[in-house]
């Protein structure tokens, strides 16, 4: 499964964002799929997940502010990013996992002015 995902950019602080993660093939097989992202000297960390059931998981920094949802019929799922605060650049990396196989895509970039 390749990913391919877009929608970074500049924004500034309290501005909003949304990106998308297309995914190669049908994404119905796919257990998880989701959103990560990393600063340069930093560990990836945890954006959102969502389940093939439909649970959705947030990482702290970003609950209530940001919201995953999907497009199985596109192969896609999104993220929405709003009130973005300057901490949240970094590059956003989406994620998928089918059975024992773990993919990511290439990243985006996004940057938040203060």
């Known amino acids: 499964v390749q990913l391919q995902a877009s929608g970074g950019g500049l924004v500034q602080a309290g501005g909003s964002l949304r990106l998308s993660c297309i995914a190669s093939?049908?994404?119905?097989?796919?257990?998880?799929r989701g959103w990560y992202r990393q600063v340069p000297g930093k560990q990836r960390e945890l954006v959102a997940t969502?389940?093939?059931?439909?649970?959705?998981s947030y990482g702290d920094s970003v609950k209530g502010r940001f919201t995953i949802s999907r497009d199985v019929a596109a192969n896609t799922w999104y993220l929405q990013m709003n009130s973005l605060e300057p901490e949240d650049t970094a590059v956003y990396y989406c994620?998928?996992?089918?059975?024992?196989?773990?993919?990511w895509g290439q990243g985006t970039l996004v940057t938040v002015s203060s």
């Open positions: 994620h998928a996992v089918r059975g024992p196989y773990v993919y």
């Open positions: 093939r049908n994404i119905f097989s796919l257990n998880v």
């Open positions: 969502i389940a093939s059931g439909g649970n959705i």
